[in-house]
């Protein structure tokens, strides 16, 4: 995981800016972070020292009361309601294509998945409108 989120902050410019990292075990997977990329992404430390960690509110819920005051979003600072939870819902829509995709080559598997990610927010553009054209 300290290797995704490295890869990702990476192309992070602004050291200034908090980052916000939502993540099911946030509450765990922020225990000693900054030693881990002390010792492994040094260049990235100042970025994860103003990183501010919380557990989406589906997931927050099944956590014990302690955690759910510490890495609730609506608790932070300058934060308000958010769907942290889309991704989830992406990944679960790809199952019906796994088996198919499991067969092909590397070129074929991104396109079919290019595809699939383009349809999925082609749907969700199009609730979007539909939704607020019947407001």
């Keep these: 995981m300290d290797y995704a989120l490295a890869s990702t902050l990476g192309q992070y410019v602004d050291s200034r800016l908090p980052i916000e990292i939502n993540y099911d075990i946030a509450c765990k997977y922020s225990i000693h ?8 992404f040094p260049e990235l430390v100042p970025l994860i020292k103003n990183a501010v960690f919380y557990v989406p509110d589906m997931h927050v819920k099944a956590h014990i009361l302690a955690c759910q005051k510490q890495f609730k979003r609506e608790f932070g600072p300058k934060t308000g309601k958010a769907d942290a939870e889309g991704s989830e819902r992406f ?11 499991s067969e ?3 070129e074929h598997h991104n396109d079919v998945f290019d595809d699939h990610g383009n349809a999925w927010n082609a749907q969700k553009l199009s609730g ?8």
């Design 33 to 40: 972070i900054v030693d881990r990329f002390e010792r492994s």
């Design 91 to 101: 990944w679960s829509g790809l199952n019906e294509i796994a088996p198919s995709i």
């Design 104 to 106: 092909m080559n590397l």
């Design 128 to 135: 979007i409108c539909e939704l607020c054209f019947a407001l």
